[in-house]
């Protein structure tokens, strides 16, 4: 990784910076950024590993949370992976012993004012011993038989009861509740069924569909006549599944229950806050704030609910009985009949998964003061089949959680969008509703254990970030108790973000780091040009990794918007989409599908005569088999007024409005005249932005390894541009612009992986400020060889002017005034000759070590100090020259190479820490002619450890871990075929003076 070593060039003008800012416009931002709520503030799943717990190690993991600054944790009752069998069975869920538990963080929680959430299962998805036979989970399950006719039947046959169910990932067992007589405890008929023998499934002819009355089953007994000719009889039975929560905890018994299901879904949550509201009193005066519905990953097969005849009707008009043989593989009439039933059926379900589970649960929640979270309806394909629409569900809850992954590289789409990035469907959900949280179960993984540096997270993070995340749940942060040893236990698909990491106690500025994003990214509104409908298909869910269609390009960004809002879309007078969350669109979108409902066209005429911009093709029919004729001869008369008839290309006027076919997104954008929203030269960039009031906040990462110097260019003038620097907490007034036809032009300089906020303030500008930059006679701004040049305005309001590479600058300001500097090299000190090394006792070699240079300590001679996993201390004496220390310098420590986090104390002043690259420390006035003192921490995580004494007998092993190196790794042979990873300080290690000219 390149560093960037800058002169920095004082210009004092005589003139300050012009105007203070302007009363009550920007000072929330500043505050909020240097000083993040609680909501912004990174939270994490707290697994009690198989619902065991230890009350001294939850007290110290509480405070440990509040003094690095997390803004609170979810209690997460969770089986974990045991190969070992090293983890006791623990408590039951929501039993005696499992509430003492609770109850006591709780109370610990209200000491240290730190909110709590609470996972209403074990495992998950929702269920438990509670949950009665009748709300469990259910599927239809079906028994065939061929009879030769004229029969009279007294007997016919039971479905099969499935033992096991499929995933994409594996096959795995059921449970089914079967008495002695070999029946499910519970099961109820819901069809009986003959219909002609044929060598297709079509029944072209229903009337030809005989029906038998169910209530005259009794076991498998019945009394029925067939007429003659061969027939098929069809018995279609609804049972529970039998599948118990995922990652149960051994002492936690049930099964999941019905997520169709009001009466299920009433009944668990009632327990569930019955069960707390008992022991805890008024949860809303609790720290409690929150309760939590895990993703959704039950068994994916044919779904039926108690309540779902009835809904169907209510919903459709008509009844689906005629229809169940569908469910068994039929056709009824022909494939588009078929069709049409099958979309009113998935679109029943799915308004029962959204209203009876996630809408009642929430209404639930905040009648006893407490919000809902949820992966509500997520995370879906490819892994999970989710009959919703992922919107409505996220919609339904108050606070939206999605997941993102690390090293999943098996799921990708044909765009290359990663198919566990389940981000930004999230993010447009949140936009869409007015939800300023987007949560994200962030840094999941099952391969990576105690191996990812704190830069492969924060590279993970910014993804994120630019998609949308706005918070941080850490997946995960396991309590493990004292006798767990070190690292301790952990569940197998996080990333163990606790005080039993080597870093935990160097750790604070990376979740400061992502306070302080979070804290911005929270402001405001997102802003978007284009809102892309995404049609009513069931399942239907919006790509989860940021997709810049082809035909948008780079510069401008988007929302995902489902049918309940676009219903609800209103038009601006300046003729953009404006949605009731505040969102406002300058083009709407409509999907290459066919089908579109009467109500939606409807709406888009609405529109259109209100002003709006519509892209999108003429539909041709309606979806559903309700009254389908007659609307689809409605439907089709009003896009013929709308589309007209033939045109495949068009720009048509509609009202106050134009609706448009055949060109692309930004062809329609540029010819309006609206220009991209940020613009980049030099290097690969991604970006977010928002939108509070007249300020503006860009988010900006460098996606590569290396140093990016590029020149930006964003659609906002007038206003003072700002750099928000998430890593330090610095603000700065930048120096170094031009402005033109309403747009600003910056450079940007960001180190490999870098990132930064660009933030636009409503103030007046401060001048003079630096409009043209030339080195040695060539133009370098405004231009694209803006490369290694930055401008701020220091708190005295003087220019502070940084190049990167030598030569003759010129500095042209916005008055028509110029200065000249030269830019000369640093002086260097190398703090090379030896360096003593502290390490802690205990681990098996002289703790006491001198490095007569520096070096990667994994590949040191002593194999028990090579494989050392924790915190070395590098101290020596440096003598600097009296001459060397001057008033027109700027003095910076750089530590070169360093595994991996760096804290750093000179002359007995701590100077700071830093968890990702480039370990630079500005130095101030810390350093003094003659001797100096520096002491430097330095911590590698547990990977080294956990590798080289995976070999050893347990007895001889200072590592304690129910894990062992990724799932794939046999029980027997932990962590074999991972290679050490880089550990201490290596450098070189440099004190840099740069000159400061005024």
């Given at each position: 990784?390149?560093?960037?070593?800058?002169?920095?060039?004082l210009?004092?003008l005589?003139?300050?910076?012009?105007?203070p800012?302007?009363?009550?416009q920007?000072?929330?931002?500043?505050?909020?950024?240097?000083?993040?709520p609680e909501?912004?503030?990174?939270?994490?799943?707290?697994?009690?590993?198989?619902?065991n717990?230890?009350?001294?190690?939850?007290?110290?993991e509480l405070?440990?949370?509040?003094?690095m600054?997390?803004?609170?944790?979810?209690?997460?009752?969770?089986g974990?992976?045991?190969?070992?069998?090293?983890?006791p069975a623990g408590?039951?869920?929501?039993?005696?012993?499992?509430?003492?538990?609770?109850?006591?963080?709780?109370?610990?929680?209200?000491?240290?004012d730190?909110?709590?959430?609470?996972?209403?299962?074990?495992?998950?998805?929702?269920g438990?011993?509670w949950?009665?036979?009748?709300?469990?989970?259910?599927?239809?399950?079906?028994?065939?038989?061929?009879?030769?006719?004229?029969?009279?039947?007294?007997?016919?046959?039971?479905?099969?009861?499935?033992?096991?169910?499929?995933?994409p990932?594996?096959?795995?067992?059921?449970?089914?509740?079967?008495?002695?007589?070999?029946?499910?405890?519970?099961?109820?008929?819901?069809?009986?069924?003959?219909?002609?023998?044929?060598?297709?499934?079509?029944?072209?002819?229903?009337?030809?569909?005989?029906?038998?009355?169910v209530?005259?089953?009794?076991?498998?007994t019945?009394?029925i006549?067939?007429?003659?000719g061969?027939?098929v009889?069809?018995?279609?039975v609804?049972?529970?599944?039998?599948?118990?929560?995922?990652?149960?905890s051994?002492?936690?018994?049930g099964?999941?229950?019905?997520?169709?299901?009001?009466?299920?879904?009433k009944?668990?949550?009632?327990?569930?806050?019955?069960?707390l509201?008992?022991?805890?009193?008024d949860?809303?005066?609790s720290?409690?704030?929150?309760?939590?519905?895990c993703?959704f990953?039950?068994?994916?097969?044919?779904?039926?609910?108690?309540e779902?005849?009835?809904?169907?009707?209510?919903?459709?008009g008509y009844?689906l009985d005629?229809?169940?043989?569908?469910?068994?593989?039929?056709?009824?009439?022909?494939?588009?009949?078929?069709?049409?039933?099958?979309?009113?059926?998935?679109?029943?379900?799915?308004e029962?998964?959204?209203?009876?589970?996630?809408?009642?649960a929430?209404?639930?929640s905040?009648?006893?003061?407490?919000?809902?979270?949820?992966?509500?309806?997520?995370?879906?394909?490819?892994?999970?089949?989710?009959?919703t629409?992922?919107?409505k569900?996220l919609?339904?809850?108050?606070?939206?959680?999605?997941?993102?992954?690390?090293?999943?590289?098996?799921?990708?789409?044909?765009?290359?969008?990663?198919l566990?990035?389940?981000?930004?469907n999230?993010?447009?959900?949140?936009?869409?509703?007015?939800?300023?949280?987007v949560?994200m179960?962030?840094?999941t993984s099952?391969?990576?254990?105690?191996q990812e540096s704190?830069?492969?997270?924060?590279?993970?993070?910014?993804?994120?970030f630019?998609?949308?995340?706005?918070?941080?749940?850490?997946h995960?942060?396991?309590?493990?108790?004292?006798?767990?040893?070190v690292?301790?236990?952990?569940?197998?698909?996080?990333t163990?973000?606790s005080?039993?990491?080597?870093?935990?106690?160097?750790?604070?500025?990376?979740?400061?780091?992502?306070?302080r994003?979070s804290?911005?990214?929270?402001?405001g509104?997102f802003?978007a040009?284009?809102?892309?409908?995404?049609?009513?298909?069931i399942?239907?869910?919006?790509?989860?990794?940021?997709?810049?269609?082809?035909?948008?390009?780079?510069?401008?960004?988007y929302?995902?918007l489902?049918?309940?809002?676009?219903?609800?879309?209103?038009?601006?007078?300046?003729?953009?989409?404006?949605?009731?969350?505040g969102?406002q669109?300058?083009l709407?979108?409509?999907?290459d599908?066919p089908q579109?409902?009467?109500?939606?066209?409807?709406?888009i005429e609405?529109?259109?005569?209100?002003?709006?911009?519509?892209?999108?093709?003429r539909?041709?029919t309606?979806?559903g088999l309700s009254?389908?004729?007659?609307?689809?001869?409605?439907?089709?008369?009003?896009?013929?007024?709308?589309?007209?008839?033939?045109?495949?290309q068009?720009?048509?006027?509609?009202?106050?409005?134009?609706l448009i076919?055949?060109?692309?997104e930004r062809?329609?954008?540029?010819?309006?005249?609206?220009?991209?929203d940020?613009?980049?030269?030099?290097g690969?960039?991604?970006?977010?932005?928002?939108?509070l009031?007249?300020?503006?906040?860009?988010?900006?990462?460098?996606l590569?390894?290396?140093?990016?110097?590029s020149?930006?260019?964003?659609?906002?003038?007038?206003k003072?541009?700002?750099?928000?620097?998430?890593?330090?907490?610095?603000i700065?007034?930048?120096?170094?612009f031009?402005e033109?036809?309403?747009r600003?032009?910056?450079?940007l300089?960001?180190?490999?992986?870098?990132?930064?906020?660009?933030?636009?303030?409503n103030?007046?500008?401060?001048?003079?400020y630096?409009?043209?930059?030339?080195?040695?006679?060539?133009?370098?701004?405004?231009?694209?060889?803006?490369?290694?040049?930055?401008?701020?305005?220091?708190?005295?309001?003087?220019?502070?002017f940084?190049?990167?590479?030598?030569?003759?600058?010129?500095?042209i300001?916005?008055?028509?005034?110029?200065?000249?500097?030269?830019?000369a090299?640093?002086?260097?000190?190398?703090?090379?000759?030896?360096?003593?090394?502290?390490?802690?006792?205990?681990?098996?070699?002289?703790?006491?070590?001198?490095?007569?240079?520096?070096?990667?300590?994994?590949?040191?001679?002593d194999?028990?100090?090579?494989?050392?996993?924790?915190?070395?201390?590098?101290?020596q004496?440096?003598t600097?020259?009296?001459?060397f220390l001057?008033?027109?310098?700027?003095?910076?420590?750089d530590?070169?190479?360093?595994?991996?986090?760096?804290?750093?104390?000179?002359?007995?002043?701590?100077?700071g820490?830093?968890?990702?690259?480039?370990?630079r420390?500005e130095?101030?006035?810390?350093?003094?002619?003659?001797?100096n003192?520096?002491?430097?921490?330095?911590?590698?995580?547990?990977?080294?450890?956990?590798i080289?004494e995976?070999?050893?007998?347990?007895?001889?092993?200072?590592?304690?871990?129910?894990?062992?190196?990724?799932?794939?790794?046999?029980?027997?042979r932990p962590?074999?075929?991972?290679?050490?990873?880089?550990?201490?300080l290596m450098?070189?290690v440099?004190?840099?003076?740069?000159?400061v000219?005024?």
């Amino acid at each position: 990784m390149q560093s960037r070593h800058y002169t920095i060039l004082l210009v004092i003008l005589g003139l300050l910076a012009a105007t203070p800012q302007l009363p009550g416009q920007s000072t929330s931002l500043r505050d909020i950024f240097e000083h993040p709520p609680e909501a912004a503030k990174p939270r994490g799943y707290w697994i009690w590993g198989h619902g065991n717990y230890d009350y001294s190690r939850m007290k110290e993991e509480l405070r440990a949370f509040k003094e690095m600054g997390l803004g609170g944790v979810d209690i997460f009752d969770m089986g974990i992976a045991d190969p070992y069998g090293i983890i006791p069975a623990g408590n039951p869920f929501m039993g005696e012993k499992m509430l003492d538990g609770i109850v006591f963080a709780v109370n610990e929680a209200k000491k240290l004012d730190l909110p709590l959430g609470f996972s209403v299962s074990n495992g998950w998805n929702a269920g438990g011993d509670w949950t009665e036979p009748d709300e469990m989970i259910m599927r239809l399950l079906f028994w065939k038989d061929t009879i030769q006719g004229p029969v009279t039947l007294s007997e016919i046959g039971f479905p099969e009861i499935p033992t096991t169910f499929q995933k994409p990932y594996g096959t795995f067992e059921l449970f089914p509740q079967v008495r002695t007589d070999g029946f499910p405890e519970y099961y109820e008929d819901v069809g009986l069924v003959a219909y002609p023998l044929s060598d297709n499934p079509l029944i072209k002819d229903p009337d030809r569909i005989l029906y038998f009355d169910v209530n005259e089953i009794k076991g498998n007994t019945v009394e029925i006549k067939l007429p003659r000719g061969q027939w098929v009889l069809s018995r279609a039975v609804v049972s529970p599944l039998g599948q118990k929560m995922w990652m149960r905890s051994d002492n936690s018994r049930g099964f999941i229950m019905d997520h169709y299901s009001k009466k299920a879904t009433k009944h668990h949550f009632e327990h569930v806050i019955g069960k707390l509201e008992e022991r805890i009193g008024d949860l809303g005066a609790s720290p409690l704030e929150r309760l939590y519905l895990c993703s959704f990953e039950a068994e994916d097969y044919i779904i039926w609910s108690p309540e779902l005849r009835q809904t169907f009707f209510e919903q459709h008009g008509y009844s689906l009985d005629p229809y169940i043989p569908v469910f068994a593989g039929q056709q009824i009439v022909d494939q588009e009949t078929t069709d049409r039933f099958l979309h009113d059926y998935r679109s029943t379900v799915s308004e029962m998964f959204v209203n009876n589970h996630y809408r009642q649960a929430r209404a639930i929640s905040n009648a006893h003061g407490l919000q809902l979270a949820s992966e509500s309806g997520g995370p879906g394909p490819p892994l999970h089949y989710v009959p919703t629409e992922d919107m409505k569900a996220l919609g339904a809850v108050d606070i939206m959680r999605g997941e993102f992954w690390n090293k999943k590289s098996e799921y990708f789409d044909e765009n290359g969008n990663d198919l566990l990035q389940v981000v930004r469907n999230i993010a447009s959900a949140a936009h869409i509703y007015g939800r300023s949280i987007v949560e994200m179960e962030s840094f999941t993984s099952h391969e990576k254990h105690w191996q990812e540096s704190p830069l492969e997270l924060k590279r993970l993070a910014d993804l994120a970030f630019c998609q949308g995340m706005t918070r941080v749940i850490y997946h995960t942060m396991p309590h493990s108790p004292k006798e767990a040893g070190v690292p301790g236990w952990s569940y197998q698909a996080g990333t163990h973000i606790s005080p039993k990491m080597t870093w935990w106690d160097q750790s604070r500025p990376f979740h400061s780091y992502l306070a302080r994003t979070s804290a911005l990214l929270q402001a405001g509104r997102f802003v978007a040009d284009v809102a892309y409908y995404y049609g009513e298909q069931i399942p239907n869910f919006a790509s989860g990794s940021k997709f810049i269609r082809k035909t948008l390009g780079p510069g401008y960004d988007y929302d995902d918007l489902n049918k309940e809002i676009l219903l609800q879309a209103s038009v601006t007078d300046d003729g953009q989409l404006q949605l009731p969350s505040g969102m406002q669109y300058r083009l709407l979108v409509l999907p290459d599908d066919p089908q579109m409902s009467l109500e939606v066209l409807q709406k888009i005429e609405e529109l259109l005569q209100a002003g709006a911009t519509i892209l999108g093709p003429r539909p041709q029919t309606v979806p559903g088999l309700s009254d389908y004729q007659k609307k689809e001869k409605t439907l089709r008369t009003l896009a013929d007024k709308i589309w007209g008839k033939k045109a495949r290309q068009q720009k048509r006027s509609y009202g106050k409005g134009t609706l448009i076919t055949g060109f692309t997104e930004r062809e329609i954008l540029l010819e309006k005249g609206i220009l991209p929203d940020l613009e980049y030269q030099g290097g690969r960039l991604d970006y977010i932005h928002r939108t509070l009031g007249e300020e503006e906040v860009y988010f900006i990462r460098n996606l590569d390894s290396i140093e990016v110097q590029s020149a930006l260019t964003f659609r906002s003038d007038g206003k003072q541009p700002y750099q928000f620097d998430p890593v330090s907490g610095e603000i700065r007034p930048l120096a170094i612009f031009t402005e033109n036809e309403g747009r600003t032009h910056l450079p940007l300089v960001l180190e490999g992986y870098g990132s930064t906020f660009v933030v636009l303030l409503n103030e007046l500008l401060r001048t003079p400020y630096i409009t043209q930059v030339r080195r040695d006679g060539a133009e370098l701004f405004p231009g694209t060889l803006a490369h290694g040049i930055e401008a701020f305005f220091d708190k005295d309001g003087e220019v502070r002017f940084r190049a990167n590479s030598p030569g003759l600058y010129q500095l042209i300001f916005s008055d028509g005034s110029y200065r000249n500097f030269r830019r000369a090299d640093e002086s260097i000190v190398p703090l090379d000759g030896s360096w003593a090394v502290h390490f802690p006792h205990g681990w098996g070699f002289d703790p006491i070590r001198q490095f007569d240079q520096l070096i990667n300590w994994a590949e040191h001679d002593d194999p028990e100090l090579a494989i050392f996993s924790g915190t070395g201390t590098y101290h020596q004496t440096f003598t600097l020259e009296p001459d060397f220390l001057t008033a027109d310098r700027n003095y910076i420590l750089d530590l070169g190479e360093v595994g991996t986090v760096a804290t750093v104390y000179l002359n007995g002043h701590e100077v700071g820490t830093r968890v990702f690259p480039p370990y630079r420390f500005e130095l101030g006035d810390l350093l003094r002619p003659g001797e100096n003192t520096i002491s430097i921490d330095v911590t590698n995580s547990w990977l080294n450890q956990l590798i080289g004494e995976a070999e050893k007998p347990l007895a001889e092993q200072r590592t304690r871990s129910n894990l062992g190196g990724g799932l794939k790794k046999p029980a027997n042979r932990p962590w074999r075929g991972y290679e050490p990873e880089p550990a201490g300080l290596m450098g070189p290690v440099r004190v840099l003076a740069t000159p400061v000219s005024k």
